[in-house]
């Protein structure tokens, strides 16, 4: 290694339960973690004392996602950055057309670049959009969407306003959230409901991953 040049930590093998998570696609993710522990690290998108816990608190905690989304739904991830939730997602769910929204040049390279190399099966019906989600040419880039989905990208009210033109009628959002924001969404939901969403709930999801296991919002979209 070079004077100066990052420390390159080897990527943690998958624990038992992803295979029951992601089947055929298991090679594919085993890449994706292998991509998130090396150019990962060096580009900034995840900080070098997550590599050992890559699986448990990044990949599999995304891929729980899965629970919370219906069969064959176009899906968009909004603030992408490292492909968190939506490659795992994807991933474990051939089935969902996928769009990776990003602002950041970096970050959409490297979503470029992992898209590339996660090629055939479900990456066929996956596409990087660069842009944030509250930007008319983004909105008009990804259409139509089922579902939106979000990894603490901000606080909910704030979220949902950033997503306004992508949350049509009956589209879901779908938040992967902190203990923080679950405590605080009793009071978030007069605001929530507000702006226009409603069936605002918490919902368990990944129950058999043990460490993965997490706890999403899912709110719906109302008619106005």
């Known amino acids: 290694m070079t004077q100066g040049s990052p420390e390159r930590t080897a990527p943690p093998e998958p624990p038992a339960t992803a295979a029951g998570v992601f089947g055929d696609a298991l090679p594919a993710a085993q890449r994706y973690v292998a ?29 729980a996602v899965a629970e919370a ?32 929204v990003e602002p950041m040049a970096r ?8 898209v590339a190399d996660l090629a055939g099966g479900s990456s066929a019906a996956w ?17 139509p969407v089922d579902v939106v989905t979000a990894r603490a990208v901000a606080p909910l009210p704030r979220l949902v306003g950033w997503c306004r ?3 049509r009628p009956g589209t879901q959002l779908v938040a992967l959230v902190g203990a923080r924001a679950l405590e605080e969404l009793p009071s978030l939901v007069p605001e929530l409901r507000a702006a226009g ?7 368990a999801v990944g129950a058999s991953l ?13 008619e106005r």
């Open 197 to 203: 969403m409603r069936d605002i709930e918490p919902r």
């Open 69 to 100: 989304v219906p069969p064959g739904a176009r899906v968009v991830d909004v603030g992408s950055g490292a492909g968190l939730p939506g490659i795992p997602l994807g991933l474990a769910r051939p089935d969902v057309a996928l769009t990776l």
């Open 127 to 143: 596409r990087v959009v660069r842009g944030r989600a509250e930007d008319r040419g983004v909105v008009s880039a990804v259409g």
């Open 35 to 63: 991509r998130l522990a090396t150019d990962g690290v060096t580009r900034g998108l995840i900080g070098p004392r997550e590599v050992s816990r890559l699986w448990e608190r990044h990949v599999l905690n995304s891929a």
């Open 107 to 114: 970050r959409v390279e490297f979503l470029e670049e992992a």
């Open 210 to 222: 043990g460490d993965a296991a997490t706890t999403v919002v899912v709110m719906t979209r109302g």
């Open 165 to 167: 033109g992508l949350l």
